[in-house]
């Protein structure tokens, strides 16, 4: 059994972390400023509200409390607004991370789960993206996280620190039976966008691109389901207790499913017609973005359970069948199928 905080754990995945580990016996506490979070996905453990930019509070957060590790959700994550705001983006996931590193130096906490991304690789130069991959992020969102990854390399030299940065492809998917699903007012995720056209909310669908070179002309996205997410972070918890240093993993099912197979299987699940258009292709969107795990498989001992595309469908469906209706002022125009 281990003490966790978990940063960001008011959010998407982070929430799903937070059950994982309280179902497995672990001690959970969140800590989260509510930016994109919900006070009420907060159903495990106790909420310390404290931004990662606010030294001072991260510095309370940790005084007269004892944690075995973090894991590292906080992060502003949408691809278009990191291209605007660059600034607003290197701040919070460049400095708040490092402000998070140096409170747990100062309080001798010793092992970090870190969130990473498929964005840190960009335009990919093979079918399936493996670990040694170039690294050449096309956007600030993307340079961010690889900047972070590499303090976590640094840090393991000149401090001792252990750390896991696992790199997520497509998070998708929910937890209905416990609450909990993806949430995110501006949403540019695809199955959510498709979901909310299933139940005639939001702006119409929109393809980008029919003309590519796969099976149906549509972009193929690896879907990974935020429960495989959190049973690869736990794992990573038991890795750092055997192995020193900074270690890399990428997070996908290794299946790529393409923009229309996404649109039929939630047609089919929900039993309701999806209407969409197609629009011109967007720059920046590759063709094919899939993930190889088998580092994470093997070295982590990482099994995927939700390697189909229904049930992952399905289990988001179950969840946002069941919201309050979302205004469409929330939502993002467009369907978007970038990896964020
Ligand atoms: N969702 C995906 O498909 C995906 C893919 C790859 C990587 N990631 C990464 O995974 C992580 C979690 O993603 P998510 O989809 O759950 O996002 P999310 O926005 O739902 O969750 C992020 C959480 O961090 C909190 N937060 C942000 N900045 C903070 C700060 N400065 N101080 C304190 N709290 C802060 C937010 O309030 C939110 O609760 C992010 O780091 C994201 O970059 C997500």
């Keep these: ?17 937070a059950q994982w580990l309280a179902e497995h016996g ?26 990662l930019l606010d ?30 705001e660059p600034y607003a983006y290197y701040a919070n996931n460049v400095t708040g991370t490092l402000n998070l590193l140096e409170a747990m130096r100062r309080h001798e906490v ?12 960009g335009n990919p130069v ?39 940065a696992l790199r997520y492809f497509n998070a998708a998917g929910a937890l209905p039976e416990h609450g909990i699903g993806e949430a995110h007012a501006c949403e540019t995720h695809l199955i959510p966008n498709v979901l909310r056209a299933a139940l005639g909310q939001g702006p119409s669908l929109k393809i980008f691109g029919n003309d590519y070179d796969t099976a149906d002309g549509t972009c193929l996205r690896d879907y990974v389901h935020v429960q495989d997410l959190a049973q690869a972070h736990a794992l990573a918890l038991g890795f750092m207790d055997r192995h020193e240093g900074a270690h890399t993993f990428n997070l996908g099912n290794g299946q790529g499913f ?10 089919s699940v929900s039993g309701v017609a999806i209407p969409y258009e197609v629009a011109p292709r967007r720059a920046g969107d590759p063709a094919r973005l899939v993930a190889s795990s088998d580092k994470a498989r093997e070295l982590l001992g ?32 467009d369907a978007s199928i970038q990896a964020a």
């Design 126 to 164: 093979s079918d399936v993206i493996d670990e040694e991959h170039p690294k050449a992020p096309i956007n600030p969102y993307g340079a961010s996280k690889l900047m972070a990854e590499r303090f976590l390399a640094d840090a393991a030299h000149a401090y001792g620190l252990r750390s896991v």
């Design 258 to 267: 393409s923009v229309h197979d996404v649109i039929a299987t939630a047609a």
């Design 302 to 333: 990482w099994t995927p359970r939700w390697t189909e595309l229904a049930p992952i469908i399905e289990s988001a469906w179950r969840w946002h069948r069941d919201q309050p209706r979302w205004s469409p002022h929330h939502i993002h125009a």
């Design 110 to 121: 010793n092992k970090l789960v870190f969130s990473s991304t498929a964005a840190v690789f």
């Design 55 to 84: 030294p001072a509070a991260l510095e309370s957060a940790f005084h007269g409390r004892s944690f075995d590790a973090v894991m590292h959700f906080c992060a502003k994550s949408l691809v278009g607004e990191s291209v605007a």
């Design 1 to 17: 059994m281990s003490e966790v905080l978990i940063c960001g754990g008011a959010g998407y995945i982070g929430s799903h972390m």
């Design 26 to 51: 672990h001690s959970v506490t969140v800590l989260d400023n509510l930016s994109t979070g919900h006070r009420g996905a907060i159903r495990w453990g106790d909420l310390i509200e404290a931004d």
